[in-house]
């Protein structure tokens, strides 16, 4: 039994710039971190005493004989890109929803990558899984998604991302007094809108015609540079709540999906109560509005965003672990036999440990290379 934690993220200044079809050309870079909000993946080797070989437990539950039975397109890529076939129980538990601009899908591919590496007895690198959850969103699932959100749940922390054009992604901690990251936490609320949207069908809207945004998005990155020079240079820490609401400002024309009435109805509403910048912490549309406001301005905001959800969080820095492993009895033998294969062969539907670990390797260094090269999506 394997139960792997992945940390969804709030995402500061910077994000946009790491699609792929802008970084490759111009280069990108976030500052984001990772909170103590998670995505739980559980899963084991399902014993031979059931019909089907594959059961899902997520949002819906699926009863499978065979990976390409799976209707989850990411857990059936992954299966697939793993080579694994033997029977698999998997279930998937989030202390935020899905659609909802947490990194919540990226986040998802990134644990379940984790955890069935452990299934396998082996122990992926945090450049591995950003590099696999990359290639297998991007290359395979042809998903319109960044590369901040994989990187985000692999490492953990408050990072300094940066996404050159050759694709050798750089991923730097943030070095602050702990005072200075208490400042920032103690000014920042989480307020939850309830509106769901699908972040790649956002994205779409703009990263389809990204060049014709390269106004904006150069803002964006610059804004990344400021943003930190405020954290490290011991400036007014209120400086950075500004920078949040310049950076919106920008966000926000670079297309009409970004927003929408009632997301900029509470916005206005929360920096009439004092709150002095924010932004959604997604691609937009909705999902979850990250908001700067003074501590002395907390309970009047609060007041004035009554009826959506305020949800406390703090900073975590481990990024995706496994936080549970027990080995459990072996069924290999027996469910070789019970699906009528030879006990003697090869193991059911794969090429031994050896080939899985080679096979995973080498779809780090595709997602690597495509990190390097961008993709059509």
Same mark, same amino acid.
């Given at each position: #039994?394997?139960?792997?934690?992945?940390?969804?993220?709030?995402?500061?200044?910077?994000?946009?710039?790491?699609?792929? *079809?802008?970084?490759?050309?111009?280069?990108?870079?976030?500052?984001?971190?990772?909170?103590?909000?998670?995505?739980?993946?559980?899963?084991?080797?399902?014993?031979?005493? %059931?019909?089907?070989? $594959?059961?899902?437990?997520?949002?819906?539950?699926?009863?499978?004989?065979?990976?390409?039975?799976?209707?989850?397109?990411?857990?059936?890529?992954?299966?697939? %890109?793993?080579?694994? +076939?033997?029977? $698999?129980?998997?279930?998937?538990?989030?202390?935020?929803?899905?659609?909802?601009?947490?990194?919540?899908?990226?986040?998802?591919?990134?644990?379940?990558?984790?955890?069935?590496?452990?299934?396998?007895?082996? #122990?992926?690198?945090?450049?591995?899984?950003?590099? +696999?959850?990359?290639? $297998?969103?991007?290359?395979?699932?042809?998903?319109?998604?960044?590369?901040?959100?994989?990187?985000?749940?692999?490492?953990?922390?408050?990072?300094?991302?940066?996404?050159?054009?050759?694709?050798?992604?750089?991923?730097?901690?943030?070095?602050?007094?702990?005072?200075?990251?208490?400042?920032?936490?103690?000014?920042?609320?989480?307020?939850?809108?309830?509106?769901?949207?699908?972040?790649?069908?956002?994205?779409?809207?703009?990263?389809? +015609?990204?060049?014709?945004?390269?106004?904006?998005?150069?803002?964006?990155?610059?804004?990344?540079?400021?943003?930190?020079?405020?954290?490290?240079?011991?400036?007014?820490?209120?400086?950075?709540?500004?920078?949040?609401?310049?950076?919106?400002?920008?966000?926000?024309?670079?297309?009409?999906?970004?927003?929408?009435?009632?997301? /900029?109805?509470?916005?206005?509403? *929360?920096? *009439?109560?004092?709150?002095?910048?924010?932004?959604?912490?997604?691609?937009?549309?909705?999902?979850?509005?990250?908001?700067?406001?003074?501590?002395?301005?907390?309970?009047?905001?609060?007041?004035?965003?009554?009826?959506?959800?305020?949800?406390?969080? /703090?900073?975590?820095?481990?990024?995706?672990?496994?936080?549970?492993?027990?080995?459990?009895?072996?069924?290999?033998? *027996?469910?070789?036999?019970?699906?009528?294969?030879?006990?003697?062969?090869?193991?059911?539907?794969?090429?031994?440990?050896?080939?899985?670990?080679?096979?995973?390797?080498?779809?780090?260094?595709?997602?690597?290379?495509?990190?390097?090269?961008?993709?059509?999506?």
């Amino acid at each position: #039994m394997i139960i792997c934690r992945t940390p969804f993220r709030i995402s500061f200044i910077g994000g946009g710039t790491d699609y792929p *079809a802008w970084y490759r050309t111009h280069g990108g870079e976030v500052l984001a971190a990772t909170i103590d909000k998670y995505c739980y993946l559980t899963c084991r080797h399902l014993p031979p005493f %059931f019909e089907h070989r $594959i059961r899902l437990v997520y949002r819906q539950i699926e009863l499978c004989k065979t990976v390409d039975d799976i209707r989850h397109p990411a857990v059936r890529a992954v299966l697939k %890109f793993l080579k694994l +076939e033997r029977g $698999i129980e998997l279930h998937h538990d989030g202390d935020l929803p899905a659609r909802s601009g947490m990194g919540s899908s990226s986040a998802f591919t990134v644990g379940l990558l984790h955890a069935l590496h452990a299934l396998c007895g082996e #122990m992926p690198t945090k450049k591995q899984l950003a590099a +696999e959850s990359i290639y $297998i969103e991007q290359d395979v699932l042809q998903e319109t998604v960044g590369s901040q959100d994989q990187v985000m749940a692999a490492y953990g922390g408050l990072k300094h991302v940066q996404f050159p054009p050759n694709g050798e992604i750089t991923v730097m901690p943030m070095i602050l007094p702990c005072a200075r990251v208490a400042e920032l936490k103690a000014h920042l609320m989480l307020f939850y809108t309830g509106i769901g949207r699908t972040a790649s069908d956002v994205a779409k809207s703009y990263v389809e +015609e990204i060049g014709t945004h390269r106004r904006q998005l150069r803002v964006l990155k610059d804004l990344v540079g400021e943003a930190i020079d405020i954290l490290t240079g011991g400036k007014d820490i209120e400086l950075f709540g500004h920078l949040l609401h310049e950076a919106w400002q920008v966000k926000h024309s670079l297309s009409a999906r970004v927003s929408n009435r009632e997301v /900029d109805s509470i916005y206005e509403r *929360a920096r *009439a109560a004092g709150a002095i910048g924010g932004k959604l912490t997604g691609a937009g549309g909705g999902g979850f509005l990250l908001l700067f406001v003074p501590p002395d301005k907390h309970a009047t905001v609060i007041e004035a965003l009554d009826g959506y959800l305020f949800v406390p969080f /703090d900073f975590e820095g481990s990024g995706s672990q496994i936080i549970f492993y027990e080995p459990g009895v072996d069924y290999a033998a *027996a469910e070789k036999v019970r699906h009528g294969e030879s006990a003697a062969g090869p193991a059911l539907g794969g090429r031994g440990r050896e080939t899985r670990a080679q096979h995973s390797e080498t779809g780090a260094q595709h997602g690597e290379t495509h990190a390097r090269h961008g993709s059509a999506a």
